[in-house]
């Protein structure tokens, strides 16, 4: 990368005009409407940060490293109003000749960043850049451009360490993992890793994702079961996958106990009501008592039925027409058909699911093993089994949750009655 490059990148991803002037980047933020602020550059600081960088190397999308240094992205995951956000945090690490920090963005690893996202317009506009950009230019009597970038950046900071010793990536890696604990368990700072651009992405789809322009939003002509707003409240407001996970989960399984009974009680009506049925006949009732005990078991007392036959019978309930799924992942994401269709889920093990199949039942069958599967591997530790990793694993939860949100969705209409 050079300094043309990082002059397009700006061009690319600000609203700002560049000119070169005696050895100076003169940077013109236009943060409104017939409002500017200029920010100057020296270019040889340009490019000493440049050199710094194009001997860095990358690992994991968003770690750089060399022998003895190396810095990574993490982001601040909280709400908490009198949390300090800027305040920085640094260790000597005398007898392991270690130096650990966790503060803003290094320059270079903001240019570096810049490119990083350059094709990724919709984590700009996550950042709100604009109201970002008018603050800074307004509020905060500051000229440094690159100030001006970690602002942007606010909730991510680089945890960087260096080494007097030659280290590879890995240990690197262990020792970043370390000081992330040390600081999150000491001052109640939640530091997660940033690993990839998708989250924020879908976040973006999710929000664009509106059914009517706000001048046409009528009044309210149904009424929804309480507990399943709360579920769904919590699900889009969570900041974690997990959470919306879950949250949407619940949604679904809040019908379990009744469309299960529902389907027993048929099976037992069909079965009595068929012409070659007789009471007297002591093998029809064993056939009758065989075939509720296969649905039905005993576990110290308690009535116990199949979760995953009960989520099954729940798809089938609410949502009758499959294709309006189908429909609305299309809308949000066409490929994720594809990625469900071809690809199972790793750490659950959860089915693929051909939403173009001709066979229903075995789109239900497969839809409700893919989501029972990952609901388990997240809830569940154990070490023998198949399980979701907090963060190592995100990536792929993430795609599961478009899918999850159109069911609970779904079911929460056709659940609900007509507003009299």
């Known amino acids: 990368m050079n300094i043309d490059d990082f002059i397009e990148t700006l061009h690319n991803l600000l609203p700002v005009s560049v000119t070169k002037n005696v050895g100076k980047l003169i940077i013109q933020i236009n943060y409104s409407e017939g409002k500017s602020k200029n920010f100057q550059i020296e270019e040889h600081f340009i490019n000493e940060n440049l050199n710094k960088l194009n001997c860095l190397n990358e690992f994991e999308g968003f770690i750089l490293y060399s022998s003895n240094y190396c810095e990574k992205l993490v982001r601040i995951e909280s709400s908490i109003p009198i949390l300090r956000l800027d305040k920085d945090y640094e260790i000597y690490d005398i007898p392991n000749k270690l130096f650990y920090q966790c503060s803003a963005l290094s320059t270079e690893y903001l240019i570096f960043l810049l490119n990083k996202v350059l094709n990724f317009e919709s984590f700009f506009d996550a950042l709100n850049v604009n109201f970002r950009l008018r603050r800074f230019c307004l509020d905060i009597e500051n000229d440094d451009f690159f100030d001006l970038l970690r602002f942007i950046f606010h909730r991510f900071r680089t945890i960087k360490i260096k080494s007097e010793k030659n280290l590879q990536i890995e240990k690197f890696n262990d020792l970043i993992n370390s000081f992330k604990f040390h600081i999150s368990y ?67 399984e809040y019908f379990y106990e009744k469309v299960f009974n529902e389907d027993l009680i048929y099976s037992v009506r069909d079965k009595i ?135 609970a969705e779904t079911i929460i209409l056709n659940s609900s009655k007509e507003l009299i």
């Open 186 to 252: 000491n001052f109640n700072l939640p530091l997660v890793d940033f690993k990839y651009l998708d989250e924020i992405q879908n976040i973006r789809r999710l929000i664009r994702l509106k059914r009517v322009k706000e001048e046409d939003l009528e009044p309210p002509k149904r009424l929804y079961i309480p507990d399943l707003i709360y579920y769904y409240q919590m699900g889009l407001s969570a900041a974690h996958p997990i959470l919306k996970f879950i949250s949407y989960y619940n949604i679904i």
């Open 273 to 407: 009501t068929l012409p070659d049925f007789s009471y007297k006949n002591d093998r029809d009732l064993q056939d009758l008592i065989n075939n509720i005990k296969n649905k039905v078991k005993l576990k110290e007392g308690r009535e116990i039925f199949s979760d995953i036959t009960a989520l099954k019978l729940t798809l089938m309930k609410y949502i009758p027409d499959l294709d309006i799924i189908k429909k609305q992942i299309m809308e949000y994401q066409e490929n994720l058909l594809e990625e469900y269709k071809n690809n199972v889920v790793s750490f659950s093990n959860g089915k693929k699911v051909d939403f173009y199949s001709k066979d229903q039942s075995e789109i239900y069958k497969s839809l409700a093993h893919r989501i029972y599967n990952t609901r388990n591997s997240i809830i569940h530790s154990k070490e023998q089994k198949k399980r979701y990793t907090p963060f190592h694993d995100e990536k792929e939860l993430i795609k599961e949750i478009p899918l999850i949100r159109f069911i």
